[in-house]
């Protein structure tokens, strides 16, 4: 399947350092990547490193959840890209499980593109809000889950 203008704007790592340092500095810092981005999911990573750390020797739970939230919050982005009538998208809630030290590259990889897709599709037609759970999971080097997120996004018409 081809690439959306979106998906080509966040898969060129240039254009998208770029929205980083604008939009989003402190995961510029962190050193947030996007790995892929596809109508189906979304990749990101962060590295271990001086400024990612926390005082036990890994990942800071806060730039873990930056790279999570990122995989969750673009495909949302990627299908409301242009939107007619546009579509507004707000976290409320956020839920994290930790199962291991995160030491390395992490990956975070979201499967929820379709849902996503189809909720949104229902959003634009029936103008009222809705809210779902989109999952995030977290893996070190060595293919072992460092963590869980759950990200609950609200998302609504902004029809006129």
């Keep these: 399947m081809p690439q959306t203008k979106f998906q080509?704007?966040?898969?060129?790592?240039?254009?998208?350092?770029?929205?980083?340092?604008?939009s989003l500095p402190m995961a510029y810092i962190a050193g947030v990547r996007v790995k892929e981005l596809s109508d189906s999911k979304a990749i990101t990573t962060v590295k271990f490193g001086w400024l990612t750390q926390n005082p036990?020797?890994?990942?800071?739970?806060?730039?873990?959840?930056?790279?999570?939230e990122m995989s969750t919050g673009l495909l949302v982005m990627n299908s409301i890209y242009n939107s007619t009538p546009a579509v507004s998208m707000l976290i409320v809630q956020n839920k994290a499980t930790y199962f291991k030290k995160a030491i390395g590259k992490i990956t975070?990889?979201?499967?929820?593109?379709?849902?996503?897709?189809e909720?949104?599709?229902?959003?634009?037609?029936?103008?009222?809000?809705?809210?779902?759970?989109?999952?995030?999971?977290?893996?070190?080097?060595?293919?072992?889950?460092?963590?869980e997120f759950i990200f609950t996004w609200s998302l609504k018409a902004k029809i006129k």
């Design 56 to 68: 036990f020797h890994s990942i800071y739970f806060a730039c873990q959840a930056m790279a999570a």
């Design 108 to 117: 975070f990889t979201c499967n929820d593109g379709n849902h996503i897709t």
């Design 8 to 22: 080509k704007l966040v898969n060129n790592s240039f254009l998208f350092r770029i929205y980083l340092l604008k």
């Design 119 to 147: 909720l949104i599709a229902k959003v634009k037609q029936g103008g009222e809000g809705v809210t779902t759970d989109l999952k995030s999971i977290g893996v070190d080097e060595h293919g072992d889950t460092v963590a």
